[in-house]
T-cell receptor, first 113, second 114 residues
Framework: GDSVTQMEGPVTLSEEAFLTINCTYT??????LFWYVQYPGEGLQLLLK?????DKGSNKGFEATYRKETTSFHLEKGSVQVSDSAVYFC????????????FGKGTKLTVNP | DSGVTQTPKHLITATGQRVTLRCSPR?????VYWYQQSLDQGLQFLIQ???????AKGNILERFSAQQFPDLHSELNLSSLELGDSALYFC?????????????FGEGSWLTVV
């Protein structure tokens, strides 16, 4: 079946540090890939997405590149801020298939000043 | 603000009871999804409706049911509640059933079963 594996957290960084959260996937078809973010006490927000191989999604300084050869969609940010503290979810959706999003378990990021 | 509205935001109820969670999708969105977020299971897809019709079913218990009304709002009914049903229930919506469309989430309804 379809599945997403994220690096286990929690991840704790100092402000301005470099962030990488690894995400790999297994898909029965051709997936679209997403990163969602959940800030404390809030719902899920779409952070970025990519719909085909080699596409790079980017938003708010975050980037992720769709790597079909390694079935990966790692999230990166060059310089994190305290306000980036949240839980980050990697997800996939099979194109032309069921509309459901399949989520990873989430990675909690804490950024200290 | 995603434009997806969920009520109530918080709900505490006793085991064995029944509750209804309500969702208004973004204006113009025809597709509605329900997800459950719990500590042990993570984010699980429950069910999807498109323009009033059930389109996909996930890990939804038989004690749970949902529907989408002609005005496109949706309700998730949870009955014979158990302690393990305590979770954050998300509603989400998208423009259509096309896989290329982004799915937008509401802020969730926190359900606590005591």
């Amino acid at each position: 079946g379809d599945s997403v594996t994220q690096m286990e957290g929690p991840v704790t960084l100092s402000e301005e540090a470099f962030l990488t959260i690894n995400c790999t996937y297994t898909a029965t078809g051709y997936p679209s890939l997403f990163w969602y973010v959940q800030y404390p006490g809030e719902g899920l927000q779409l952070l970025l997405k990519a719909t085909k191989a080699d596409d790079k999604g980017s938003n708010k300084g975050f980037e992720a590149t769709y790597r079909k050869e390694t079935t990966s969609f790692h999230l990166e940010k060059g310089s994190v801020q305290v306000s980036d503290s949240a839980v980050y979810f990697c997800a996939l959706k099979i194109q032309g298939g069921s509309e459901k999003l399949v989520f990873g378990k989430g990675t909690k990021l804490t950024v200290n000043p | 603000d995603s434009g997806v509205t969920q009520t109530p935001k918080h709900l505490i109820t006793a085991t064995g009871q029944r509750v209804t969670l309500r969702c208004s999708p973004r204006s113009g969105d025809l597709s509605v999804y329900w997800y459950q977020q719990s500590l042990d299971q993570g984010l699980q897809f429950l069910i999807q409706y498109y323009n009033g019709e059930e389109r996909a079913k996930g890990n939804i218990l038989e004690r749970f049911s949902a529907q989408q009304f002609p005005d496109l709002h949706s309700e998730l009914n949870l009955s014979s509640l158990e302690l393990g049903d305590s979770a954050l229930y998300f509603c989400a919506s998208s423009v259509s059933a096309s896989s290329g469309n982004t799915i937008y989430f509401g802020e969730g309804s926190w359900l606590t079963v005591v």
